[in-house]
């Protein structure tokens, strides 16, 4: 199975910060990449799609980008809404697996 | 509004079986691959099961194959799980989504505990 690993696992900034999170993937994923957003007691919500492609109605402080085996989900002005755990997950390969989750805070 | 509603969820004994349904309202089920996937406590997300738009074909996860059944029903624009042979590690919320490799939309989720 391909193992995704999230980093960091938990991500504390500022209001209007810039923030980057790392997804790495143990084979080559191509552009197989989603992001996601989770918070609780909703459904989660598909952010990215082929590691760089946004979601319709996805604000666009969201970007993704990367390809083979690292990727990085990026906010580029966090708002306090953002509040959630985010994933990337691979569909390359079969079984499609997730990263293990970076969950993001407000400093 | 699309919209998929999981239900079934509950406890469940060791060994047991329960049955999970999601409704989905708002597109055109019968267009859209489907999905399991659940999250448990301590290990994420994790994805469990496929079934092509006819219900023809199917996919699962090692950890479930053999154990649970993945179908669908295009004129109920309805998805279901059936899950035997309850483990203890099998308590998780379990989402349905739509969608052939990357999940477009999910549904809230429902929770499945294992325990005597």
């Known amino acids: 199975d391909i193992q995704m690993t999230q980093s960091p696992s938990t991500l504390s900034a500022s209001v209007g910060d810039r923030v980057r999170i790392t997804c790495r993937a143990s084979q080559n994923s191509r552009s197989r990449l989603a992001w996601y957003q989770l918070k609780p007691g909703k459904a989660p919500k598909l952010l990215i799609y082929e590691a760089s492609n946004l979601e319709g109605g996805v604000p666009s402080r969201f970007s993704g980008s990367g390809f083979g085996t690292e990727f990085t989900l990026t906010i580029s002005s966090l708002q306090p809404d953002d509040i959630a755990v985010y994933y990337c997950q691979q569909y390359n390969t079969y079984p499609w697996t997730f990263g293990q989750g970076t969950t993001v805070e407000i400093k | 509004e699309v919209q998929l509603v999981e239900s079934g969820g509950g406890l469940a004994q060791p060994g047991g079986s329960l049955r999970l349904s999601c409704a989905a309202s708002?597109?055109?089920?019968?267009?859209?691959?489907m999905n399991w996937v659940r999250q448990t406590p301590g290990q994420g997300l994790e994805w469990l099961s496929n079934?092509?738009?006819?219900?023809?074909?199917?996919l699962y996860a090692d950890s479930v194959k053999g154990r649970f059944t993945i179908s669908r029903d295009n004129a109920k624009n309805s998805l279901y799980l059936q899950m035997n042979s309850l483990r203890a590690e099998d308590t998780a919320v379990y989402y349905c989504a739509s969608g052939d490799g990357y999940f477009l939309k999910w549904g809230q989720g429902t929770l499945v505990i294992v325990s005597s």
């Open positions: 708002g597109f055109t089920f019968s267009d859209y691959e």
């Open positions: 079934i092509s738009i006819s219900g023809t074909s199917t």
